[in-house]
């Protein structure tokens, strides 16, 4: 079955990084964009990035670019979100979701605290 795990999230001071990951299963992982969306409690989930199946294209929400660069491992499965330059504003719980033109599928996510 289709299986999306995220890991990697934790407690970090402001300026600090993080790397999340997320491990892909039970579908042809290379013919789906992959996406990282956030949600803070009382907020709606955002984009946060995206990348192509290929890994050629990628997309950035306005407030991360510069900070956050996504990036996949086709041979691996495997799809990750380097975050340095942290910010308290940056504290969600962290998705990923894998879609193509007929499906969607989302992790459970990772918590990530940018805190002092």
């Known amino acids: 079955q289709v299986r999306l795990v995220e890991s990697g999230g934790g407690l970090v001071l402001p300026g600090g990084s993080l790397r999340l990951s997320c491990a892909a299963s039970?579908?042809?992982?290379?013919?789906?964009?992959m996406t990282w969306y956030r949600q803070a409690p009382g907020q709606e989930r955002e984009l946060v990035a995206s990348?192509?199946?290929?890994?050629?294209?990628?997309t950035y929400a306005d407030s991360v670019r510069g900070r956050f660069s996504i990036s996949r491992d086709n041979e691996k499965n495997m799809v990750y979100l380097q975050m340095n330059g942290l910010k308290p504003e940056d504290t969600a719980a962290y998705y990923c979701?894998?879609?193509?033109?007929?499906?969607?599928?989302w992790g459970q996510g990772t918590q990530v605290t940018v805190s002092s």
């Open positions: 990348i192509s199946g290929s890994g050629l294209s990628t």
């Open positions: 979701k894998a879609r193509d033109l007929n499906n969607a599928y």
């Open positions: 039970g579908f042809t992982f290379s013919s789906y964009a």
